[in-house]
Nanobody
Framework: QVQLVESGGGLVQPGGSLRLSCGAS????????MRWYRQAPGKQRELVAG???????NYTDSVKGRFIISRDNSKSMVYQQMNSLKPDDTAVYYC??????????????WGQGTQVTVSS
């Protein structure tokens, strides 16, 4: 089991920045692929960014050049630096941990989410 706790959300003006943090505990390890998702009202949850334990990253097109995902495996922490925020970035942001279970399936864990609101 892995427990995830996000923090760092809040209200920010367009063009501003926020840094989200996700702390992992329990059976957390660098073997997990860590991801940030978001879900806006009335929309499906979407993948925002991901980072492997080895440092490979991927981003959805709408945040490329503005968001940066990072992780500190020694502290079991994952971060997402969000710059040049837009109203369309308003959503609940979730941290996720994923790894294969060796049986064709996977272990997936979710945090409780943190609200990000971009508004003037």
């Amino acid at each position: 089991q892995v427990q995830l706790v996000e923090s760092g959300g809040g209200l920010v003006q367009p063009g501003g920045s926020l840094r989200l943090s996700c702390g992992a505990s329990g059976s957390a390890c660098s073997c997990y692929l860590m991801r940030w998702y978001r879900q806006a009202p009335g929309k499906q949850r979407e993948l925002v960014a991901g980072m492997s334990g080895g440092g490979s990253t991927n981003y959805t097109d709408s945040v490329k050049g503005r968001f940066i995902i990072s992780r500190d495996n020694s502290k079991s922490m994952v971060y997402q630096q969000m710059n040049s925020l837009k109203p369309d970035d308003t959503a609940v942001y979730y941290c996720s941990a994923w790894r294969p279970n060796g049986l064709g399936g996977a272990y997936t864990y979710w945090g409780q989410g943190t609200q990000v609101t971009v508004s003037s």
